[in-house]
């Protein structure tokens, strides 16, 4: 367990990303069925091919490409929570939120892409 919460230390981005997760998914599990299996589903695999390929990315050593494509699914996932707000299916609190966690983890995916590109 150690070696896991070294790992979550060196890379912020990967212990905001679970965090997002954990918070993000028993709420998209909650969404009527009309919307779960549509739209919820949709979010919560993106979730966690995001985790996914932060990790993977963590260990490869051509990061640029993999990086870049994980900043499409993070947009991706803004306009599915900005989905369910105008679907009122999410109060404007956790909309805020979820907005304020997803940035945060876009501004560190920008640092970590500009930091490869160099």
């Known amino acids: 367990m150690r070696a896991l919460g070294k790992i979550m230390e060196e890379l912020p981005i990967i212990q905001k990303t679970y965090d997002l997760i954990k918070w993000y ?32 990315a963590r260990y490869n050593k051509e990061k640029l490409k993999q990086l870049e494509s994980l900043q499409s699914l993070l947009d991706i996932l803004r306009y599915q929570t900005r989905l369910l ?21 876009g ?12």
């Open 25 to 56: 998914v028993p709420i998209l599990n909650r969404l009527p069925k009309l919307h779960k299996f549509a739209l919820g589903d949709r979010m919560i695999n993106g979730l966690y091919n995001l985790l996914e390929g932060l990790l993977v």
């Open 85 to 105: 707000f105008d679907f009122q299916l999410m109060p404007v609190n956790r909309y805020e939120y979820a907005g304020k966690l997803i940035n945060e983890i």
């Open 107 to 118: 501004i560190e995916l920008g640092g970590w892409i500009k930091q490869q590109k160099k």
